[in-house]
């Protein structure tokens, strides 16, 4: 008994201790769902959902006329929720009956792969129930347009199960045009240009999504946990398209023709500071150019446009005027046991004034006035060069700009010869942009304006931030002094290094210069030139200043200043006056007929649009739909219909390509066009009979 006793009595305590065990199990069961609840679900929600960034639209950059430089464009990810309601009701009636036009939807719109193959790509799908099902990547907004009309997609995301994920790419629609000065928006490293230095304003404010975690390991939204992102701010530069355009073309038409290595041409607005236009070319390992660096920032020897800093020095101080006499000594002049070399020859008189010094670019005559006057005080000449802030970068809105070098008597590189050497542009180090600053500040009867390439940043059309033209100095040197200077520059292409670049059209002033660039451990042995042009244009009421500076290929046949960086000058001087020329002429119905007297034919409709534009003298009214040749008579248009024959091929020579297309197609025959201009041949001849489906060539020229 005993024994059945004790057994019973263990059992029992097992049983009490089980229940009780049950107990404590379901009282934490209720407590982890209905105090602790809402923290484990959360835990678990975070094992499956989580947020991911939305990157907000990145703000436009425009030129200062109003064209895209930089934007963004909108593509999508084209997914399928296989396991919608929609698609699956009723036995996946929508899809079935859906699913064959779909297929020839999608193969007629991508063209990558057959309605068939479509249909084997659907089907596969749909029988994994796949919830994210990838149909195509990176789709262009047109096409994601035609896609939300599709059969099946057209029903919305519920019912025809398509999602589309929204991204954006940074596109340059101008290409080449000021690449590197505007900029590349980066996601994996530094962004450069005014992409990088506005990018607070561009990249807007990112949002964020809601994602699920489904089989797989795939993420899918979840709809209605969206935190939109806030679009980016526009920015308005300084840069004219135009400009840019003539600026890019004369610089690459040298380089390419010269073999140069690198180069850049700037364009700046005297009166403002604004940079019109900014070019920079390098050269790729497979010949071609293209912006790769922003050379305009970077500090080189300058060579002789640095003169100009030295005779405002010797000016400024009165030590001299521009008809001091100074010696040119053939060319040479033994400093130390360092000698001074003129670049060029000058033959003729030796003792000329600093004027026709400068005019001619001696190195020795500049060499000369530095030691004469500041031997004793260097430190004063290196003052004047502070004033003209060449020991500061110029502060413009990019970041990457180098630091410049004027060199004082405490520096460690400091000699007896550092001086003169300066004088020409040696044993310092400065930027093209540095360069232009000054020159401008010449232009501009001695205001010094801060270099800058932003008008303002926009919101939705409206200016949030005006940028304006900023002042770093009223006056760089005395008026009398500036008029001298002034007269020096004009002097140039009159009677010095520039001879060759005059014309008979317009004035211009500026300096030549030509460098000899160091080639790493090889020194000076490989004879690489740098040629640089500085200077502003029209002389007299200065419009622009434009820097050019070129680094030509070892052992180049043309390296001087006035035969590389000079005629680029030339270029863009010659085609911005004409265009200014051309803005300023009256519009006299007389000059105006003189340029239409070589018409070709048109629509009526085209010419009613001219004469109401232009405000001519007609003496008949053509009709819209009728196509008629123009003359002048008595100094007044007249109009008279041409004959077109039904049935034979109308005679386009000498027409413009839209006016020949015009009347071709519309007599029924399909147009090849070769070359570009006016129509020079065609190879059916006008009148000849029209046979079916006839094609015509037309050669422009």
């Not at 919608?84 to 009701?89: K, N, T």
């Not at 949002?207 to 939204?221: H, Q």
């Not at 000594?329 to 003129?342: A, K, P």
């Not at 007249?638 to 413009?656: H, L, N």
Request: hydrophobic share 40%; aromatic share 10%; glycine share 8%.
């Amino acid at each position: 008994m005993d024994v059945k006793k004790d057994i019973l009595w263990r059992v029992y305590l097992c049983l009490i201790g089980m229940a009780l065990f049950g107990v404590a199990i379901l009282v934490k069961v209720f407590y982890i769902q209905n105090v602790q609840g809402n923290y484990w679900r959360s835990m678990a929600d975070s094992l499956h959902t989580g947020y991911v960034a939305l990157d907000a639209e990145r703000g436009t950059i425009y030129s200062e006329e109003g064209r895209m430089l930089s934007t963004s464009i909108p593509y999508f990810d084209i997914r399928i929720d296989f396991a919608a309601d929609g698609i699956r009701d009723k036995g996946g009636k929508v899809f079935k009956e859906n699913l064959d036009s779909l297929s020839y939807r999608l193969s007629e719109v991508f063209g990558d792969r057959s309605k068939i193959a479509y249909k084997q790509l659907l089907q596969e799908g749909y029988k994994s129930k796949d919830r994210y099902f990838l149909l195509k990547r990176d789709v262009p907004f047109n096409q994601y347009q035609e896609l939300r009309g599709f059969p099946m997609f057209r029903l919305g995301k519920n019912k025809g199960g398509m999602i589309a994920e929204s991204k954006s790419k940074r596109i340059n629609p101008f290409k080449l045009l000021a690449n590197r000065t505007i900029g590349l928006a980066r996601e994996n490293s530094q962004s450069v240009g005014i992409e990088r230095t506005y990018n607070d304003y561009l990249k807007g404010v990112t949002g964020k999504r809601l994602m699920r975690r489904i089989a797989g390991g795939t993420y899918v939204p979840v709809d209605g946990y969206d935190i939109e992102p806030e679009n980016g701010r526009d920015v308005v530069t300084t840069i004219d398209v135009n400009m840019q355009d003539i600026v890019e073309t004369a610089l690459w038409n040298m380089m390419t023709g010269n073999e140069a290595e690198h180069g850049t041409c700037i364009l700046m607005e005297v009166k403002t500071g604004k940079i019109k236009a900014i070019a920079n070319l390098g050269r790729q390992p497979d010949g071609s150019y293209w912006e790769d660096m922003n050379y305009a920032l970077q500090v080189a020897e300058p060579g002789s446009t640095f003169k100009l800093a030295t005779v405002i020095a010797v000016l400024e101080d009165k030590f001299a005027t521009m008809n001091t006499m100074v010696n040119m000594d053939g060319g040479h002049w033994q400093v130390g046991r360092r000698t001074v070399f003129d670049s060029e020859p000058h033959p003729g008189p030796q003792n000329v004034t600093i004027k026709h010094a400068f005019e001619l670019s001696s190195n020795v005559g500049m060499a000369k006035l530095a030691y004469q006057f500041y031997n004793r005080q260097p430190n004063n000449f290196v003052a004047h060069l502070k004033r003209l802030r060449l020991d500061q970068s110029t502060g413009i809105d990019l970041i990457g700009e180098g630091r410049p070098v004027i060199k004082t008597t405490a520096s460690k590189t400091w000699s007896n010869t550092s001086l003169p050497w300066m004088a020409f542009g040696y044993e310092v180090l400065i930027s093209p942009l540095q360069t232009c600053m000054l020159y401008n500040a010449v232009a501009n009867n001695g205001k010094m304006m801060k270099p800058y390439l932003v008008n303002s940043i926009q919101e939705y059309g409206q200016v949030a931030k005006q940028f304006e033209p900023t002042v770093l100095l009223d006056s760089i040197c005395s008026q009398g002094t500036l008029k001298q200077v002034q007269a020096m520059l004009e002097g140039v292409p009159i009677d010095g290094t520039a001879k060759k670049l005059r014309t008979p059209y317009y004035n211009f002033a500026g300096k030549t210069g030509t460098a000899l660039v160091a080639n790493g451990n090889r020194g000076y042995a490989d004879k690489i030139y740098q040629s640089s042009f500085a200077g502003y244009f029209p002389a007299k009421d200065p419009q622009y200043t434009c820097v050019v500076v070129i680094k030509n290929k070892p052992h180049a046949l043309r390296f001087y200043g006035a035969n590389v960086a000079g005629p680029v000058f030339r270029e863009v001087a010659d085609k911005l006056y004409a265009i200014a020329v051309e803005r300023q002429k009256p519009m006299q119905a007389t000059m105006q007929l003189d340029t239409l007297l070589a018409l070709k034919n048109g629509r009526g409709s085209e010419w009613k649009k001219i004469l109401g534009t232009l405000q001519l003298p007609t003496s008949s009214t053509p009709a819209n739909n009728s196509w008629v040749s123009a003359k002048v008579t008595d100094r007044k248009i007249t109009f008279q219909p041409v004959a077109q024959a039904k049935g034979a091929v109308p005679d386009v020579t000498g027409m413009g390509l839209k006016d020949a297309l015009y009347l071709l197609e519309n007599a029924g025959l399909r147009v090849v066009v070769k070359g570009a201009g006016k129509v020079k041949t065609q190879s059916l001849p006008g009148g000849t009979k029209i046979g079916n489906e006839q094609t015509i060539v037309i050669e422009l020229s």
